[in-house]
């Protein structure tokens, strides 16, 4: 394998403009030297690693670009990428590529600091951390970004700030995969996977796996917030806090996404778009499987499960699973909310919702389905409607033949199968297949019915309730049978209706084997095996296993009572 040869210049790692004269041709020199001693053909790769070039100047790495003056900085730098740390500290055993990093990982446990700043007497561990600290003195960033204008006092920070606008990753993770544009950022995560907590909090015992998540950490104990923002006064523990912050101020966005150039203000926040286009969710719910591309939503996610509610309203005492829900309840109590309907009192989070329930009074449902005849008042509902009646669907269940219009409604109805009920109530410990039922069924408990009808003022629990309701008002029975053409208001009821045409039987009693048209038929008859009776008269106390033989014996008290009468 031969590389092309490249009139490119190793760009050392912590050089100044002044220096690359003298750097270079001390480079030259050494590598003159080099060829007259080994004889070595300067633009092949005979003796060279197969996962780098060398040029006329110095050794690129081709994983990543980086180019160095010297073969023995390369065979360095390529433990990043292959993950070999030879170097243990005996301390608390963290594991390095280079001798070099574990001597200055080391002053960190003793304290050792013997590079002093000759202007005002700062002192830091390793070379390179002062030389950037130098720059302060001076002011001097010759390093300057042609995208977004952005200067630099180094050139590896420059090159690292590149890869924002680039998107460029070179730095992979072989355990999960997750690759990262900065090797300080790859070095952190890896620690991840090896479970090592080598920074503890002296104060509340606390561990940490990089110091600075540790010196973060410590200044929570101390309330020492030395960054002072001059625009706002506002103060921060760590200066990386405060430049993201002078951001809102500035209205800086120096990130931008190599696939549609959208601007963000911090790094993360371009992270978590470029997902949007990569279709990556590398956070997964260990309860039901769900992926997401967020750490924050996979987060507020698991309080499905687990029910927690932390965010507490200070005035009625209602918890919520996320502050936004809170931040948008408290508007119910606001006399003057803005989104409060003044015909019903109805009050909703946004102008968006708002603005559709004031449809409800206003706009006619003039949008018509076909197939059966229900209304609509916006067209993307009724085509939304429309494909409950489509005979394509394409998601097919193996396991009973069934077809959904949609994959969340095959995956819902897996559950029936598998019997998975990943959602659980946090008051009664009932679990659900669908978080939709759970929310339903946690109305139980608080009592909360938040549909009301403005016909009869009968309130309800969930929306489909309310909304089969409605039709006992209106006399609307969408649902027709296509045997008898008869119709109904529900279509559970025109389900169990094409029983008596089909003859099907699906609810069996695993007692005695007889089998049923409908499920209420089933608990009804369990109950002569049970002896359960949960239906009494209010007038002489007798009890019923069913609601209509209850009934029937009513009558009986009706008519002796108006035989009484006459």
């Known amino acids: 394998l031969v590389c092309n040869e490249e009139q490119v210049p190793a760009e050392p790692k912590d050089s100044s403009p002044d220096q690359e004269d003298e750097t270079s041709l001390e480079a030259q020199r050494q590598s003159l030297r080099r060829d007259r001693t080994k004889q070595t053909n300067v633009t092949t790769l005979s003796k060279v690693s197969p996962n780098t070039c060398k040029f006329k100047t110095g050794f690129k790495c081709v994983t990543c670009g980086d180019a160095f003056k010297q073969k023995s900085q390369l065979n360095k730098h390529l433990r990043v990428h292959t993950g070999e740390r030879r170097n243990s500290c005996k301390t608390c055993g963290r594991s390095f590529a ?3 990093d574990l001597l200055i990982h080391t002053r960190r446990h003793t304290g050792e600091k013997p590079y002093p700043c000759a202007t005002c007497g700062k002192r830091f561990i390793d070379m390179s951390s002062l030389k950037t600290h130098m720059s302060v003195h001076t002011g001097e960033k010759p390093y300057s970004c042609k995208i977004c204008g952005k200067h630099f006092r180094l050139g590896n920070l420059y090159k690292v700030h590149m890869r924002t606008h680039s998107g460029e990753r070179p730095y992979h993770c072989k355990t999960c995969g997750k690759s990262f544009g900065h090797v300080s950022n790859f070095k952190r995560h890896t620690v991840i996977h090896t479970d090592k907590r080598p920074y503890p909090c002296s104060t509340c015992g606390s561990e940490f796996n990089c110091q600075s998540n540790h010196i973060s950490h410590m200044k929570t104990h101390t309330d020492e917030k030395p960054h002072i923002c001059a625009t706002c006064g ?21 990130y931008s996404c190599a696939y549609c150039g959208k601007e963000f203000s911090y790094h993360s926040t371009l992270t978590n778009h470029v997902r949007v286009h990569t279709g990556e969710k590398p956070y997964k719910c260990i309860w039901c499987g769900k992926r997401f591309a967020i750490n924050t939503t996979l987060k507020i996610h698991t309080r499905v499960h687990t029910g927690e509610k932390p965010y507490t309203c200070d005035l009625c005492g209602r918890n919520f699973a996320h502050n936004t829900g809170l931040r948008l309840h408290r508007r119910t109590h606001d006399d003057e909310n803005p989104y409060k309907c003044d015909r019903c009192g109805k009050v909703m ?25 229900k209304t609509f008042r916006e067209s993307w509902d009724l085509n939304k409607h429309a494909v409950t009646h489509s005979a394509e669907k394409p998601f097919k269940c193996e396991v009973c033949g069934n077809g959904f219009n949609r994959r969340y409604n095959l995956d819902l109805h897996l559950r029936v199968h598998t019997g998975e009920k990943p959602y659980k109530c946090a008051s009664c410990d009932k679990s659900f297949s669908s978080c939709v039922n759970m929310k339903k069924h946690a109305r139980i ?34 649902f027709k049978c296509t045997e008898c053409k008869r119709k109904f208001a529900t279509r559970t009821t025109l389900k169990r209706h ?23 038929d089933l608990k009804g008859h369990l109950r002569i095996h049970t002896g359960e009776t949960p239906y009494k008269c209010g007038t002489c106390g007798e009890q019923f296993s069913t609601w209509s033989k209850l009934n029937k014996h009513k009558s009986a008290h009706t008519s002796d009572a108006e035989g009484t009468t006459a």
Do not use: Q, W
Request: proline share 4%; glycine share 8%.
């Open 498 to 520: 094409t029983r008596t045409h089909t003859g099907e039987k699906p609810y069996k009693c695993n007692v005695c084997d007889k089998a049923f048209g409908h499920k209420t």
């Open 98 to 100: 280079c001798n070099s």
């Open 349 to 373: 989070t946004n102008f968006k919702n708002y603005k559709f329930h004031m449809k409800s009074h206003t706009v006619a449902k003039t949008f018509k389905c076909d197939t059966c005849g």
């Open 445 to 478: 408990h608080t009592g909360e019915k938040p549909y009301t009808c403005g016909d009869c003022g009968k309130e309800f629990a969930d929306s489909s309730s309310y909304k089969i309701h409605l039709r006992v008002h209106t006399g609307e029975k969408p």
């Open 234 to 254: 506002k103060s921060f523990s760590r200066g990386a806090d405060l430049r993201r912050h002078t951001r809102t101020h500035t209205g800086e966005k120096p």
